[in-house]
């Protein structure tokens, strides 16, 4: 796939990039991992292998229920399972959490740059703000917005719009969105902001980035940094 970014953006002017946080910023799927199989444990089931977890982590907690469970969110015991899942996790959250190899690099190079970087997630504050303030990137984010931040939440462009006012103000235009789900690409094309998939993210096979009308892909976080500077 070309990494190349549409003629009609110019990547000199983009003054702040956001990210997704699960499978773009931080690769969290260990912890969420974690958290389905204990669930799974307590109920007698047995885990599931990693590889099998790890796709579906992008698409929030209510997959892995799915997953492990092999139930929708009418079935009675749905909605326990869910806060019974989402009550481990938040007590390990950062067991295992870790920036991508490489991003510690980009973050730093950014800021050094002067260009804004923050967090577009769909996951809930009480997971995010925790999260993010472990991490100790609460206070370098220029922004955070959650899944119950804005009213919408992605593919909605609510969420990113409102992040680019939180970072002071830049206009979407100026704006990259690096996600690696496709509610994230077709967030970032509905706010006009420049768009990347990060393959390097929690892909499935049913995935299909190609079909997404992204503005590029990039395959490790430091071509985050190559392509602002590729003309």
Known sequence: MSSTLSATIN???????LFDLDGT??????DLAYALNQTLKRHNHPPLPYDQIKPKVSHGASALIR??????????????????LL???????HRETALFPGMKEVLERLEQRGIAWGIVT?????????????MGLADRAACIV???TTMNSKPHPEPILHACRLA??????????I???QRDIESGLAAGTATLVALFGYLGSDDHPEKWGADGYITHPKQILEWLDDE
Request: with cysteine; charged share 20%; proline share 9%.
């Open 168 to 177: 002071g103000g830049h206009s979407p235009e100026a704006c990259l969105y």
């Open 67 to 84: 997953l492990g469970f092999d139930l929708t969110p009418d079935d009675e015991a749905f909605a326990p399972l869910l806060q019974e």
């Open 146 to 148: 959650s899944g119950d």
């Open 87 to 93: 009550q481990i996790y938040s007590a390990n959250i």
């Open 122 to 134: 769909n996951k809930p504050s009480r997971f995010t703000d925790p999260l993010m303030k472990s």
């Open 11 to 17: 990547r000199k002017a983009i003054s702040v990039i």
């Open 25 to 30: 910023l931080a690769d969290t799927a260990p």
């Open 179 to 181: 996600g690696d789900a």
